[in-house]
């Protein structure tokens, strides 16, 4: 799941953004340039936002380590194409096929 819809869900289940900036003890301004890509998201707070969305967390943080690898660099793709082939191979409940 995008960072972005974590932020979403977990705000949604916290009752507002404010509430879920509050909840990570950080400010709701850097929840926002998280959520729209402009500030990073340590793994500790992909995790705590993971949880309080009720969604996979280790699934959250290997969509983060894949996200902050720079694709320009051949090592860094490698180890990203590498990641996001295990999340391919291990789609979310809602992927799922019948």
């Known amino acids: 799941m ?3 819809k974590a932020i979403e869900l977990a ?11 509050k909840a990570l003890g950080i400010g709701e301004n850097y ?3 998280m959520k729209n ?3 990073p998201c340590t793994v500790e707070n992909r995790i705590r936002i993971a949880l309080i969305a009720g969604i996979d967390p280790t699934r959250a943080v290997i969509e ?5 690898l720079n694709g ?9 194409n590498m990641l996001n082939a295990m999340l391919d191979a291990f789609p979310e409940e809602g992927e ?3």
Do not use: W
């Not at 705000?11 to 900036?21: D, I, N, P, T, V």
């Not at 983060?64 to 902050?68: H, I, K, V, Y």
């Not at 320009?72 to 990203?80: G, N, S, T």
């Open 37 to 39: 890509g402009l500030k």
């Open 72 to 80: 320009d660099d051949e090592h860094q793709a490698e180890a990203k």
């Open 64 to 68: 983060g380590l894949a996200a902050s």
């Open 31 to 33: 929840i926002s340039d």
């Open 2 to 4: 995008q960072l972005s």
């Open 11 to 21: 705000a949604e289940k916290e009752g507002s953004q404010r509430a879920l900036a």
């Open 96 to 98: 799922r096929n019948s």
